[in-house]
């Protein structure tokens, strides 16, 4: 810890032969009074230093009490920044002085720190002739002012080493005394000193945390504001065979192949915000990534951190599950298409033998009988999104003849509820790539909500144009909405907004969650906007080069409306 003993400044004070002893004399009353001042001075020097990390600032600060009690020309500091490896300088000036005078003292301080500092600091002290000191104040060319008649040094320490060097000049003779130069000394320790402990406090918090971060199962690594990695535990180093520190970020990110790590990690620190990646992999194992920026005491940002949390026994149990519901599905199709068969046998034309209570029976057989099997479809195609076993087959298409097309099987649907679908296409659209099944699949959902979720009577709209880069589709509809708590939730699987559950008992919840997925596949995108009581939009953006294609088992299972 520092004391407040320290190098011998160096000084020009008054020791002129013959001068009158009254002259150095100074009354008590004055004596007094000036100590009154420093002790107040020191006190709430002390006070402001509390919460001041940065060494640099708490001269800045010390500064601002030598302006009240000490005459000088300039006050000028050169400061070694050990967190971001260079050098600082900044001058206060009184007066004006000349740039020459700036100059020479640049140059003393920097004698100063090459001749007191370790070899650590002066070997990167060449980067001080280049420095430019940051000046508070004017400077002209007048030479009149350019030399420096008066002058003291103080060391600037951060644990006991000096690392800068603080230089109060003035344009007078002979102007300060022991005492002062003694003062401003004792100022800049306690500012070292303060700073220190601060610093020590940090440095105890930090290796707890380290111990914590160390200890933790989840995979932590810690990185730089040049994407250096600094600090990696043991599950990290597990995860990925890579050291606890000494290489750039670029290396942990070529083991995902299915992320662009290195551009979620310089948005998150532009925008100093936290990003979630629910489910990655690297090799066979799969994880949850989040990174994190990292704020200094400055309140910028510094670094940042990555954490990934083990998922493999997670996404083991959900790929069981969801084979299970496919092979589940399968084996449900046949029996299904057998009473299909034989219900619609029963209700052909010809068939004269029921009775009309018996013909009512067997039509609400067959009813259930399609939604069902519009169920195991859906739990079909969830699978398929789920395991990636679906083609993605894109074929040069019109989106507006695909919409069209989709939108037959929904014109029953709509005369049924009495819904007016209002329709806007945008002339001589290009043709791109398209998956006409996946299309169809995508239009049938959002349309067939848009008339199950609206009152009778009411109008459902549906717009497609190109705007930009992008093709848009829009349905909108003026029905029952989404409650704003359950918004966040409209994409996640068998969800339900519980304001239409009352209304309308039948749905599974998947028709959205599918039409997501395909569109996160094929690179495509979907947002909505609603309010409860008044509606909901929703826009489908698709870029002109068209869905991307994927290889796979099978197509998706072609939507039905019953």
């Given amino acids: ?43 709430t020097l002390s006070e402001e230093l509390t919460h001041v990390l940065d060494l640099g600032e ?40 000349s740039s020459q005078f700036l100059t020479q003292v640049k140059k003393e301080l920097v004698e100063y720190i090459q001749k007191h500092s370790e070899e650590a600091i002066v070997g990167s ?55 002062e130069i003694e003062f401003a000394d004792m100022l800049v320790k306690i500012a070292s000193i303060s700073v220190a402990r601060i610093h020590t406090f940090i440095q105890s918090l930090h290796s707890r945390t380290e111990t914590l971060v160390k200890s933790i199962s989840d995979g ?42 290195m551009g979620l990690v310089k948005k998150s620190l532009k925008e100093n915000i936290y990003i ?21 005491y400055k309140g910028t940002v510094a670094g940042g951190a990555i954490i990934l949390h083990d998922i493999t026994s997670i996404v083991q149990i959900d790929t069981a599950k969801t084979e299970f519901v ?18 619609e046998m029963l209700l052909s034309k010809g068939n004269d033998n029921l009775t009309s209570d018996q013909r009512e029976f067997v039509e609400v057989i067959l009813t259930s009988n399609k939604r069902m099997i519009n169920l195991v479809n859906s739990l079909l195609n ?65 349309v067939s909500n848009a008339i199950k979720y609206s009152p009778e009577g009411n109008k459902v709209y549906l717009s497609v144009s190109r705007e930009d880069a992008r093709y848009i589709i829009r349905v909108k509809d003026s029905g029952y909405g989404i409650p704003i708590e359950q918004q966040q939730q409209i994409f996640t699987k068998l969800f339900r907004a519980d304001n239409v559950k009352t209304k309308h008992t039948e749905g599974t919840g998947l028709g959205l969650y599918i039409v997501k997925s395909i569109l996160d596949t094929v690179g495509g995108k979907i947002s909505f906007k609603s309010k409860e009581g008044e509606g909901t939009e929703f826009v489908v953006e698709l870029p002109v080069s068209g869905m991307k294609s994927r290889e796979g088992i099978k197509p998706l299972e072609k939507y039905r409306v019953y």
């Fill in 1 to 43: 810890m520092d004391q407040i003993t320290t190098l011998q400044p160096n000084v020009t004070i008054n020791n002129k032969p013959g001068a009158a002893v009254e002259e150095n004399i100074v009354s008590m009353e004055e004596y007094l009074q000036r100590v009154r001042i420093q002790q107040m001075a020191i006190k």
């Fill in 125 to 179: 002290a060449a980067s001080i002739s280049d420095l430019v000191p940051l000046i508070f104040g004017v400077v002209t060319d007048e030479f009149s002012k350019n030399n420096i008649n008066s002058s003291f040094i103080t060391p600037l320490r951060v644990g006991g080493k000096i690392v800068g060097a603080l230089m109060v000049t003035s344009t007078k003779e002979d102007l300060y005394s022991k005492e």
């Fill in 382 to 446: 969830v699978s398929r999104l789920e395991l990636g076993t679906f083609a993605v087959d894109p074929k040069n298409a019109d989106l507006i003849e695909v919409t069209e097309s989709a939108l037959e099987e929904l014109i029953p649907y709509a005369e049924e509820k009495k819904i007016t679908l209002e329709k806007n296409y945008q002339e001589n659209l290009d043709k791109l790539p398209l998956d006409i099944g996946l299309m169809s699949i995508i239009v049938q959902n959002l």
């Fill in 58 to 97: 708490a001269v800045d600060v010390v500064n601002k009490y030598l302006w009240e009690i000490i005459d000088y020309s300039a006050a000028t500091y050169i400061i070694y920044n050990i967190q971001e490896g260079r050098f600082e300088a900044r001058s206060y000036l009184k007066e004006s002085v």
């Fill in 276 to 296: 979630k990646i629910p489910r990655t992999q690297i090799s066979r194992f799969w994880y949850e990534l989040g990174v994190i920026p990292i704020v200094n």
């Fill in 326 to 343: 496919s092979l589940a599905s399968h084996q449900l199709r046949t029996p299904l298409a057998a009473i299909r068969w034989y219900t």
């Fill in 220 to 261: 932590v690594v810690m990185f730089d504001q040049n994407y250096q990695v600094t600090f990696a535990n043991e599950a990290m180093m597990k995860y990925t065979g890579l050291p606890d520190e000494g290489y750039k970020l670029e290396e942990l990110s070529r083991l995902f192949d299915d992320i662009k790590l």
